[in-house]
């Protein structure tokens, strides 16, 4: 059975068809990047698969009907990492990523040493231990990315949707947490869905790339098929280079001269 499967999703907010037509199907242990131009559509997917936003159309994320699965089975089973958390006040590192056990904690009991190895492992593994005391509200942009990340881990679900989980984080960080991330999807095949704007990074880590445009998906492929020169053109009004590399696609953005001399309009 699928990870994640949703055919004919339809999403409206304030009015207008923000998702319209989306049909995708994510395996066990499968990751796939979700990439497309601002507005297209990638955090209301996310928000849809994880039940955060209705919509309409035949959706299962973890077996579960989004829409109507309770919340707490929800949340044991799918974690969203929002590109946009709100950070309460008062709460320290620690506490904030021991809130991703909530789900599994029983209604009227307490934390487990369970839950708390988990948090700490989390914690270990994403480097926070000279953060956990701190209060979240006095993280760095970055710091605070990877504090709802680990959060998210905590949670330890199945599928896990990640809305631009690295837009914060310097390169060495941006390696660290996605391998950690692909460190899991080997070792316990967990599913990704991660919303990306770095096209090279959502080549190298996903498997299969799905771009939105205008709320529809307009291709679904491996990265090469997918991140071709002239459909990131079409689609971003971008000028890029494709570098084949083994391992996968690089996009690099081509200067104004370049691009004037490849359509041979400057010498
Ligand atoms: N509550 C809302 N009311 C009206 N329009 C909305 C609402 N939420 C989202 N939208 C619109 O839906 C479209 C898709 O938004 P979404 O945030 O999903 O795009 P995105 O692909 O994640 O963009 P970005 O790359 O800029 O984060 C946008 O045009 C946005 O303005």
Same mark, same amino acid.
């Given at each position: 059975m699928s990870a994640v499967e949703c055919s004919g999703l339809r999403v409206d907010r304030g009015g207008f068809t923000v998702l319209d037509g989306v049909d995708l199907a994510v395996g066990q242990g499968e990751w796939v990047a979700v990439v497309g131009p601002n507005g297209a559509g990638k955090t209301t997917l996310l928000h849809a698969l994880a039940g955060v936003v209705p919509s309409a159309g035949a959706?299962?994320?973890?077996?579960?009907?989004?829409?109507?699965?309770?919340?707490?089975?929800?949340?044991?089973?799918?974690?969203?990492?929002?590109?946009?958390?709100?950070v309460p006040d008062g709460v320290?590192?620690?506490?904030?990523?021991?809130?991703?056990?909530?789900?599994?904690?029983?209604?009227?009991?307490?934390?487990?040493?369970r839950d708390r190895e988990v948090v700490d492992r989390v914690?270990?593994?994403l480097d926070l231990g000279a953060l956990a005391r701190r209060p979240v509200t006095a993280l760095s942009?970055?710091?605070l990315q990877r504090v709802v990340l680990a959060r998210? $881990?905590?949670?330890?679900?199945?599928?896990? $949707?990640?809305?631009?989980?690295?837009?914060? $984080?310097?390169?060495?960080?941006?390696q660290q947490v996605l391998d950690l991330v692909r460190g899991l999807v080997t070792a316990d095949g967990?599913?990704?869905?991660?919303?990306?704007?770095?096209?090279?990074?959502?080549?190298?880590?996903?498997?299969?790339?799905?771009?939105?445009?205008?709320?529809?998906?307009v291709a679904d492929g491996t990265p090469a098929e997918v991140l071709r020169a002239d459909r990131i053109a079409a689609v971003y009004g971008a000028r890029v280079e494709v570098l084949e590399r083994p391992d996968g696609p690089v996009v690099l953005p081509v200067g104004m001269r370049a691009g004037a001399s490849d359509a041979g309009g400057e010498t």
């Open positions: 959706v299962s994320v973890a077996g579960l009907d989004p829409a109507r699965a309770p919340r707490r089975a929800m949340s044991r089973a799918v974690a969203l990492m929002p590109q946009r958390p709100v320290s590192v620690a506490e904030l990523i021991g809130l991703g056990r909530t789900p599994h904690v029983p209604r009227f009991g307490t934390e487990t040493a914690i270990d593994r942009g970055g710091e998210a $881990l905590a949670q330890q679900p199945r599928v896990l $949707l990640l809305d631009e989980p690295t837009s914060a $984080l310097d390169i060495g960080h941006q967990i599913s990704v869905v991660a919303a990306m704007h770095d096209l090279t990074l959502a080549g190298q880590y996903g498997r299969r790339i799905v771009m939105l445009d205008g709320g529809r998906v």
